[in-house]
């Protein structure tokens, strides 16, 4: 059985720092193509970030340096640091996986940016 579990959400303030981690089970999480995707309330959902099973890195235009996604192959993760954070990036996270025909996601990690 495949499980992405997400961690690392939390209540921070505009400017403050979050780093989220997925542990994926029941995969080798290096061999997918791995994202992180946000939903806020009323939106849909959108990319943060993603990398490919050959390392390559994409990010959400709104991104602009802020965010960095990374794989650890040993502990099975991916984890996206979070800088600079704004009020409007408050959503619930979600880490995806993909290998076609197979997708997995997460059950989603809340982000909340307020002081």
């Known amino acids: 059985q495949v499980q992405l579990v997400e961690s690392g959400g939390g209540l921070v303030q505009p400017g403050g720092s979050l780093r989220l981690s997925c542990t994926a089970s029941?995969?080798?999480?290096?061999?997918?193509?791995m994202g992180w995707y946000r939903q806020a309330p009323g939106k849909q959902r959108e990319l943060v970030a993603h990398?490919?099973?050959?390392?390559?890195?994409s990010y959400g235009d709104f991104v602009k340096g802020r965010f960095t996604i990374s794989r650890d192959r040993a502990k099975n993760t991916v984890g996206l640091q979070m800088n600079d954070l704004k009020p409007e990036d408050t959503a619930v996270y979600y880490c995806?996986?993909?290998?076609?025909?197979?997708?997995?996601w997460g059950q989603g990690t809340q982000v909340t940016v307020s002081s």
């Open positions: 990398i490919d099973s050959g390392g390559h890195l």
């Open positions: 995806n996986a993909r290998r076609t025909p197979s997708e997995y």
């Open positions: 029941g995969i080798v999480s290096s061999q997918y193509a």
